[in-house]
């Protein structure tokens, strides 16, 4: 982020119409206009830019590690997805493609917006205290979480960015994940001191959109964030106080929304189904075949999402019989932290502490997708095989996979499609952020 990253704020139909009060150019507000004095309907702009830009990166963040850790082939018309990405008779990625700007340049954004919106809330009289803590609670939760998905794509971050002019460096994953989680404490402790309710409006946020609501998924990003650290029993305590229910709808949770209005954004991870007569082929999802050969028979989640091909299609030596049908439409949300994760993350955090409870939410997670329960040894080894298997299958095409087999040391034991091909397990940092 050598290069200064300007506030966005998208004028969305779907989230919420926004307006700003006296401006210079109302076509292009200034940062400064908002820095110094804002009313709240400016700092609730604020709020709307935040949650838009955490949408910006999702589609390539999310093909480009899934095609890394073999779950998917995205067929376009960039060779760079079949070529560099697989690591094609061994090419290196590089640090000027798209699959390392765009992601850290998208995360970045949203994290940008919401240290603008601290400053703001910071420098305004127009708040009550606990006004105030509402606005930061918010802002913290999502840099936590923002910086976690850099984390997971990139193996370290540059956690101090409130000052463009005065980074701080760049840390490798263990210092970075602890930052993450202090940042996600002090949220929580913005949010308990918040009030009861918001002064703003949050899309995609229903059941989440008060202090104490918004609270249980902070909650569930410090135990994403704990778990990732190897602090099974800080995660365990984090999840208590989520929204995770093991007898609850596994598709509970924050989402990030989308729609077709004038300015705003589809689901960038979309695709249409193809047919015979509309082949899709120079744009499409196509599923790797061992996500198919490998599930076990009966999985309810295989034909949920995907669908055999009209036609099975092949491009740059690669081939697939099936295509995504992860989402139904180019307006359908995509979650941010669903049930179904946190009752995963739960198994993951009682594996090495009460086995016979990391089973039993693993069966939890079985029994939605039509499987019967786990039947296999208890070890800590064989669990952890299988709740990796059970986060294969739920969080497919979700930028997962790739980060899940690096810190279990299991990248090696993905397949290479063609002789030649390089597994990587994570991205290089933008070069315009490593000068």
Request: proline letters at 4%; aromatic letters at 8%; a negative charge.
């Amino acid at each position: 982020m050598r290069v200064h990253l300007v506030l966005v704020v998208m004028l969305l139909g779907g989230l919420t119409s926004c307006t700003f009060d006296e401006q210079t150019d109302p076509n292009g507000p200034s940062v400064e206009g908002v820095l110094t004095g804002a009313s709240i309907n400016q700092l609730n702009n604020l709020v709307v830019g935040v949650e838009s830009t955490m949408r910006l990166s999702l589609g390539i963040q999310t093909t480009a590690s899934g095609t890394a850790a073999r779950e998917l082939y995205l067929f376009d018309a960039d060779p760079r997805n079949t070529a560099n990405v697989l690591g094609k008779n061994g090419s290196t990625l590089e640090n000027s493609d798209f699959y390392s700007t765009a992601a850290w340049a998208g995360r970045y954004r949203a994290i940008k917006n919401a240290n603008l919106l601290i400053q703001a809330v910071n420098n305004t009289d127009a708040l009550t205290e606990a006004q105030k803590q509402g606005y930061m609670g918010f802002a913290k939760t999502v840099i936590g979480f923002e910086l976690i998905e850099v984390l997971k794509s990139y193996d370290r971050a540059r956690v101090d960015v409130a000052d463009d002019l005065n980074l701080g460096p760049i840390l490798e994953f263990p210092e970075a994940i602890a930052q993450v989680r202090t940042i996600l404490d002090d949220a929580l402790t913005n949010l308990n001191a918040a009030g009861s309710t918001f002064l703003f409006d949050l899309a995609g946020f229903a059941g989440f959109d008060t202090p104490s609501t918004f609270a249980k998924f902070n909650r569930g990003v410090a135990a994403v964030a704990a778990v990732y650290a190897g602090d099974k029993a800080a995660a365990r305590t984090a999840l208590a106080a989520s929204h995770m229910n093991m007898s609850g709808d596994l598709k509970m949770g924050p989402k990030h929304v989308f729609s077709t209005s004038s300015g705003d954004l589809t689901n960038g991870v979309y695709k249409g189904p193809s047919t015979v007569a509309e082949p899709n082929n120079g744009d499409q999802i196509i599923v790797h075949n061992s996500w198919i050969n490998d599930a076990e028979a009966g999985d309810a989640r295989v034909a949920a999402k995907s669908a055999v091909r009209p036609n099975p299609t092949s491009q740059d030596g690669l081939n697939g019989t099936h295509e995504t049908r992860l989402y139904a439409t180019n307006i359908s949300p995509i979650d941010m932290l669903r049930n179904e994760e946190l009752i995963l993350v739960y198994a993951e955090a009682q594996i090495g502490n009460d086995n016979n409870e990391a089973k039993n939410a693993l069966d939890v997670i079985r029994g939605a997708a039509s499987l019967l329960p786990y039947t296999g040894p208890l070890d800590d080894a064989s669990l952890v095989t299988e709740m990796l298997r059970q986060r294969r299958y739920s969080l497919w095409c979700e930028n997962h996979r790739m980060f899940d087999l690096r810190r279990y040391n299991l990248s090696n034991t993905l397949p290479t499609d063609r002789a030649g091909d390089v597994v990587y397990n994570k991205f290089p940092v933008p070069l315009t952020d490593t000068q």
